[in-house]
């Protein structure tokens, strides 16, 4: 647990890590650096577990970020349009939560799920 502790110290990550009895352990961070429009929230059996979810979820080269490339999918998995992640918000419906300045489009920002977006 202290080398992901201190990994996340060197990163400049604010962590809290919540233990509830008889409940899955929580991790809320905040990167110290732009990018995450609100607080990161993973969990896991264990703290250490819950701390391992939280670095995938930050530092992997798969997941969707703000400012990220992306292109916008039909049902079907084809390429419809590209645009631009400008907000990111766990809090709205999953259906909503990436908001994509799309290209050729400036009346105003869409709203996708994540399985309508692949990065590019």
Do not use: C, W
């Not at 899955?24 to 732009?34: D, E, F, L, W």
């Amino acid at each position: 647990m202290e080398e992901l502790l201190e990994f996340f110290r060197k990163q400049g990550v604010s962590l809290q890590i919540t233990l509830d009895i008889d409940l899955k352990a929580t991790v809320h961070a905040i990167p110290s650096s732009g990018g995450y429009a609100s607080p990161q929230v993973t969990s896991g059996d264990t703290p250490i577990e819950a701390l391992q979810n939280m670095k995938e979820r930050l530092y992997s080269d798969e997941l969707i970020k703000v400012k990220d490339r992306v292109e916008i999918l039909d049902t079907d998995g084809n390429g419809l349009a590209n645009g631009t992640v400008v907000n990111i918000n766990e809090f709205r419906e999953l259906s909503m939560m990436y908001a994509v300045d799309v290209d050729g489009y400036s009346a105003d920002v869409l709203f996708f799920g994540e399985g309508e977006l692949r990065k590019l």
